[in-house]
């Protein structure tokens, strides 16, 4: 073959190679167009400011917006006034979110080219990074105590499901005034039974912090059962309380717990329902909420509780009251991990 020969080969095979991906290119951008359109008459999302500060006056709810085009995943707020209208987005991306009197904490991914990396960040009442920390694993869960002072997260380190038994978890707590991370609560001395408790198979998860920035609630796994534990961030203690008790949420007047418990019976990829513990009584209240929750409730108010369910743009949010009375109800299309700004 004469080298002009050669060259017209080689400028054939080019041209189809773009064509190739040319089509390729229309093909990904007509698919995620009928996606959008299949999903038309969701939230109305426009750019815009977006602040942690809370406001007696204007209470608003901040959460990842879910909703398809360009800000999904971004931190978007509504009015708590009227959570199904128009929703500002921020730019931030985050996985899970969660804030309080002005402190945020924002778990990111952070893509790469071969693989995804992962990191909390601190963030200041208008979304300004005060600090990052890199992550272990896939983030889960977030929590800010209600001063700010504190900030805690979950990772799944193996597995990447609470429905089976086969994961592992890492959950740090964080002073955001110091800046001193406890990398994870295993470092902490736990007490089960009244004993001290070592085991290889400990995972903790789940943190709620109590308003007196010394105590908190998560959920400790151990020996195939789970049990409700309380943490003394001084004496660097945890101790158990109750088992069956997943992802609590102390409410705000501090006297009740709500979590995720497993129900005999139920399927195993959807085993939980929602419960409320009187932490004075140890007494448990099923709440009227009949779906499986996987999910760590947010408290709206010292009587009604949001989380999320499964919906048409990955989830929605859903509400139901703490007392086991009344039914749930959807508070908002399209949106996950929220803090409502009192």
Not at 249 to 265: E, M, Q
Not at 306 to 329: C, I, S
């Amino acid at each position: 073959m004469t080298l002009r020969n050669k060259i017209i080969v080689l400028l054939a095979a080019l041209a189809v190679l773009a064509g190739v991906a040319v089509a390729s290119v229309l093909h990904a951008a007509g698919r995620e167009d009928r996606k959008n359109q299949a999903q038309a008459g969701g939230p109305q999302v426009t750019a815009g400011p977006v602040s942690l500060k809370p406001s007696a006056t204007t209470p608003r709810i901040v959460f990842r917006s879910m909703a398809w085009g360009p800000h999904r995943d971004e931190l978007a707020t509504v009015s708590a006034a009227d959570p199904a209208g128009p929703r500002t987005a921020s730019g931030v991306k985050c996985l899970r979110f969660y804030a309080a009197a002005g402190t945020g904490i924002c778990l990111q991914a952070e893509r790469g080219a071969m693989t995804d990396s992962y990191r909390a960040v601190v963030l200041d009442a208008g979304l300004k990074e005060r600090a990052h920390y890199s992550l272990p694993g896939i983030p889960t869960r977030a929590r800010v105590a209600p001063s700010g002072h504190w900030a805690a997260w979950t990772v799944f380190v193996g597995g990447d499901s609470y429905a089976g038994t086969n994961f592992s978890t890492r959950t740090a707590v964080l002073d955001t005034r110091t800046g001193h991370l406890t990398s994870s609560l295993e470092d902490f001395t736990a007490y089960l039974d009244g004993k001290e408790h070592h085991a290889a198979d400990t995972n903790f998860w789940g943190v709620t912090f109590a308003a007196d920035d010394r105590h908190f609630y998560a959920t400790m796994a151990t020996g195939g059962h789970t049990y409700l534990v309380r943490g003394d961030l001084a004496a660097r203690t945890v101790t158990a309380l109750h088992t069956n008790v997943e992802c609590p949420s102390l409410s705000p007047d501090g006297t009740r717990i709500v979590y995720k418990k497993r129900v005999a019976g139920l399927p195993a990829d959807a085993p939980w329902r929602l419960y409320a513990l009187d932490l004075a009584t140890l007494r448990e209240t099923a709440l009227a909420e009949p779906r499986s929750v996987d999910d760590q409730a947010v408290w709206q108010d010292d009587h009604t509780v949001v989380y999320a369910l499964a919906g048409d743009y990955g989830t929605d949010l859903y509400t139901v009251p703490a007392d086991g009375t009344g039914k749930p109800r959807r508070l908002l299309t399209a949106g996950l991990a929220p803090a409502f700004l009192n």
